[in-house]
């Protein structure tokens, strides 16, 4: 079995910081993404950031360019998501996913569909 604990969520005041981190444990499985999405209260979730395994290459929402950064530390299994310059309107739980098929397209990585494992979510509330 796999699991993703995602951690690193809380409040914080508009224009603050917060680092998610998103560890993964178990089976051993073969990982080409992992990617963090996000749901407020009465939307839709929605994509947020994703990095391929292999490269390191990464893909953003236009929502959070420049204000959000991806990593991963391999050794640790463990992929990061330091957000900053936050705003009320991202109030949501995010939640921390993994690929393990293969797809040529970097557009699959922004759909939650392409995904097989889930985390259980971390909640981020910006305060204004």
């Known amino acids: 079995q796999v699991q993703l604990v995602e951690s690193g969520g809380g409040l914080v005041q508009a224009g603050g910081s917060l680092r998610l981190s998103c560890a993964a444990s178990?089976?051993?499985?073969?990982?080409?993404?992992r990617g963090w999405f996000r749901q407020a209260p009465g939307k839709e979730r929605e994509f947020v950031a994703a990095i391929r395994m292999r490269d390191g290459n990464t893909y953003y929402a236009d929502s959070v360019k420049g204000r959000f950064t991806i990593s991963r530390d391999n050794a640790k299994n463990t992929v990061y998501l330091q957000m900053n310059s936050l705003k009320p309107e991202e109030t949501a739980v995010y939640y921390c996913?993994?690929?393990?098929?293969?797809?040529?397209?970097?557009?699959?990585?922004?759909?939650?569909?392409?995904?097989?494992?889930w985390g259980q979510g971390t909640q981020v509330t910006v305060s204004s």
């Open positions: 178990g089976r051993a499985f073969s990982e080409y993404g």
């Open positions: 996913a993994a690929m393990t098929g293969y797809y040529y397209s970097a557009s699959s990585y922004y759909r939650g569909g392409n995904y097989d494992y």
